[in-house]
């Protein structure tokens, strides 16, 4: 069994920047992946770090504002969103397993969730 804890959500104007960590009880999963889910819409994947040789991905949305990264130290995981947009809105979560590469960015190929953490930002 894996925890997974996410933070660092909170309210910022467009254009801002926020950090996200997720601190996962083991370190022991192929993939962590961050996704999204806003009210009314499908959880979506934004980024993705392959935890053994640190490989990133990310989805077009996002690419080249969200960096994500990790401290193998300290078993986390972090996203730092920057220019951020209103369509940024939503709950963030991580994620962890071992996803082929074509199903990176799919829930289902995901075992271990956290309960998320709320981005809100305002235009």
């Known amino acids: 069994q894996v925890q997974l804890m996410e933070s660092g959500g909170g309210s910022v104007q467009a254009g801002g920047s926020l950090r996200l960590s997720c601190v996962a009880s083991?370190?022991?999963?192929?993939?962590i992946a961050w996704f999204r889910q806003a009210p009314g819409k499908e959880r979506e994947g934004v980024a993705a770090?392959?935890?053994?040789?640190?490989?990133?991905y990310y989805a077009d949305s996002v690419k080249g504002r969200f960096t994500i990264s990790q401290d193998n130290a300290k078993n986390t995981i972090y996203l730092q969103m920057n220019s951020l947009k209103p369509e940024d809105t939503a709950m963030y979560f991580c994620?962890?397993?071992?996803?082929?590469?074509?199903?990176?960015?799919?829930?289902?190929?995901?075992?271990?969730w956290g309960q998320g953490t709320q981005v809100t930002v305002s235009s």
């Open positions: 994620a962890a397993g071992f996803p082929s590469l074509s199903r990176l960015f799919q829930v289902g190929g995901y075992n271990y």
């Open positions: 083991r370190y022991s999963y192929q993939f």
């Open positions: 770090i392959y935890t053994a040789g640190g490989s990133t």
